[in-house]
């Protein structure tokens, strides 16, 4: 059992004859991923990687069965790849690029209001799950079979992260990078239901950021659960004002602060580790183990 990814997955490209759509879909099949194709428009009838290239999401959906897309399209043309792949039907869109205007996200949230499709991302690492393959550029080697969901707001954090807990022996049922924009798909709050849902996961890692209140929104849902939570809060030193990495790492005002989402978790009861070396203990402990 795993949320939004499993063996049953078909997943197609968007992209994918671009440098990163070719090096990541390599990473992806090696990963033992079932990538069935990939989408160019003006491409279609080309083969990448040894997959067959279609000119739209629409015709790659009818010809393979589909029902997960990546996309690695370039920032003036991600928004309407996630727009196209949407309009498609396609279920799951996990979308990686980086640096696609405020503006644009904005058009794509309100598309997305009117269609069922569940959007990853942007600017996010993607999603994984052990012994079953990703979706995106995790490096798929450190992660270790189990049951600890994990999700976090930062790519680089999930891998550390995520190889602090295999070390330990903490496996993961499923691993899912939401993206660090302002304007994102999938929240903190979305993926603790769906875990909460999971009979694989018997506690989830949640790492968060300065900037927002997606942190926040999930700690009042938390006291629901009946699994328990474990998190930790990057960027606790950053100064007002000042975007620290993400585009939605930003402190404004008194929204957003690392001291707000910590009082805010540790209300709910959820153990805020100091360090992320801390995690894989704080887990053991919520476990029992």
């Not at 939004?4 to 997955?9: E, I, K, M, P």
């Not at 580790?273 to 801390?278: K, L, R, T, Y």
């Amino acid at each position: 059992m795993s949320i939004l990814f499993d063996q049953n997955s078909r997943v197609i490209v968007q992209g994918i004859t671009g440098r990163e759509g070719q090096f990541h879909t390599r990473g992806m099949l090696a990963s033992k991923t079932n990538v069935v194709g990939g989408v160019t428009p003006g491409k279609g009838g080309q083969t990448s990687e040894g997959l067959p290239v279609f000119d739209t999401v629409k015709e790659a959906i009818k010809q393979t069965g589909a029902n997960v897309s990546c996309i690695f399209v370039p920032p003036p043309g991600a928004a309407d790849a996630i727009m196209e792949a949407a309009d498609a039907g396609m279920p799951l869109t996990v979308c990686i690029t980086e640096g696609i205007p405020v503006n644009d996200m904005a058009r794509v949230a309100a598309f997305m209001k009117e269609h069922p499709t569940r959007l990853i991302g942007p600017n996010c690492p993607g999603l994984a799950t052990p012994g079953m393959g990703k979706v995106g550029i995790m490096p798929y080697h450190i992660f270790l079979e189990g049951d600890i969901g994990f999700v976090s707001r930062s790519g680089t954090l999930t891998y550390e992260v995520v190889a602090l807990l295999t070390a330990a022996g903490l496996g993961q049922s499923s691993v899912i990078g939401i993206g660090g924009d302002p304007i994102i798909g999938t929240t903190f709050f979305d993926v603790l239901r769906l875990f909460e849902a999971d009979p694989a996961t018997k506690a989830v890692v949640m790492c968060g950021e300065i900037g927002g209140s997606d942190e926040e929104d999930a700690a009042a849902y938390i006291p629901q659960m009946s699994k328990p939570v474990v998190s930790f809060i990057s960027g606790r030193t950053a100064p007002a004002g000042k975007r620290m990495g993400h585009a939605g790492a930003i402190i404004s005002g008194n929204t957003g602060t690392a001291a707000g989402k910590v009082a805010a978790l540790q209300k709910a009861n959820v153990p805020v580790a100091d360090s992320i070396f801390e995690i894989p203990d704080l887990v053991k402990q919520a476990l029992g183990r």
